[in-house]
């Protein structure tokens, strides 16, 4: 805990604070001086408050108004050919809108679909991620839509049918609601015989047919040579900062690593790899921001993998050199903060609001017991003052 004070009102606040902590550290540091340390340089499993971690590197390494791109190519056969930079918002608006622009630029309906994945070459799934079909175990592509996830819904007879508007019903969907029963759902795909590149290459078939009223689009693999030039390439209708502020609001995890794995790409070339993030996050952690290297130990970037771990001390240096884009983290009980959860671990990052500014305040518990939310209204209701 980082406090200052009188003495007798920083006692006070410690007695009561080690009630609620029995292993984590608890950082809060206000606008006077000396601090007072208390279990702060202890590396724990930080969970998603590892995020603002990627948020301050990816803005850094891409800058706010990076904008991710997606290339189409058109070969000789007529084969739509596509592309991917690790675009994380390839949701079905963005690629309803494509659609109506890539028309214009082909020189015929396409014959077949390819997906390109090269520019990511991943040998496993994120660090810390299952084989479940719930939307935080979402893995990484290249080119992946909507997230990597599907939201359908399943009939008693296990008929199944898309549940949101702006995608249509697909051929995957129907494998999909095979396994979970009546029902409707928001779940990844699961990562079986390249289902995210037919998921992929189905929706773009399918929205390009919708304007197009053609025959049935085929979906393959691309792996060869690219024609020359491609014939489109789309601008995310996302600049980064927005990309960064929905990653850190709804807490996404294939946001984070997406942003990962193209910060390792953009430092050290494409293909994107998870080591290259690694390093990426690592070096922007340790020479931009300052932080000592047994500090910190980065697996990934979204705070699933426990392996991942960090100190409060570490984190409060993160939220000074994040300061500038503050205003990106959500609003929790009127301060700006995100929380991190795990089974053993519940962690809070951000800044306190007060008449001195925003304060950052940094909460990280690896126990049983979640005392987060009494940890942050005890440093509410007994505010120190200089």
């Not at 359908?152 to 702006?166: F, G, N, R």
């Not at 690592?282 to 771990?309: D, H, T, Y």
């Amino acid at each position: 805990m980082l406090l200052c004070g009188p003495l007798q009102a920083r006692t006070s606040i410690f007695k009561e604070a080690d009630l609620l902590i029995s292993r984590g550290g608890l950082t809060l540091v206000p606008s006077c001086r000396p601090p007072l340390r208390y279990k702060s340089n202890v590396p724990l499993i930080p969970a998603s408050i590892l995020k603002i971690a990627t948020a301050d590197a990816t803005l850094s390494l891409l800058e706010p108004g990076f904008r991710f791109r997606t290339e189409f190519y058109q070969d000789t056969k007529g084969r739509l050919i596509i592309k991917g930079f690790g675009d994380p918002f390839l949701i079905s608006e963005e690629i309803t809108l494509i659609s109506r622009k890539l028309r214009k630029h082909l020189r015929q309906p396409p014959s077949r679909i390819m997906i390109d994945q090269s520019a990511f070459k991943l040998n496993r799934r994120t660090a810390g991620t299952g084989n479940s079909l719930n939307p935080y175990d979402a893995g990484n592509a290249a080119l992946a839509v909507n997230f990597d996830t599907v939201k359908i819904k399943v009939a008693a007879d296990l008929s199944t049918a898309s549940a949101e508007p702006q995608t249509p019903t697909l051929p995957i969907m129907q494998a999909l609601g095979q396994k979970t029963g009546p029902g409707e759902y928001r779940i990844t795909i699961p990562d079986l015989k390249n289902s995210t590149v037919h998921y992929a290459g189905q929706l773009f078939a399918a929205l390009l047919q919708k304007t197009d009223n053609q025959d049935p689009i085929q979906v393959g693999i691309f792996q060869g040579e690219l024609p020359s030039k491609p014939v489109y390439t789309h601008y995310s209708s996302k600049k980064l900062t927005e990309v960064v502020k929905a990653m850190l609001l709804y807490s996404n995890n294939f946001i984070a690593n997406q942003l990962f794995l193209v910060c390792g790409a953009q430092r050290y070339g494409y293909p994107a790899t998870w080591n290259k993030g690694r390093q990426a996050l690592a070096g922007f952690l340790n020479c931009e921001v300052g932080l000592p290297a047994q500090s910190f130990l980065i697996r990934e970037g979204s705070g699933l993998s426990r392996a991942n771990l960090i100190t409060a001390e570490a984190m409060i240096r993160v939220l000074k050199h994040f300061r500038p884009y503050a205003h990106l983290l959500p609003d929790c009980q009127g301060h700006l903060l995100k929380s991190g959860t795990m089974s053993g671990v519940y962690s809070f990052a951000g800044y306190l609001k007060g008449d001195k500014g925003l304060q950052p305040l940094v909460i990280i518990l690896n126990q049983r017991e979640n005392n987060r939310d009494q940890l942050l209204k005890l440093l509410q209701e007994k505010p120190l003052t200089p």
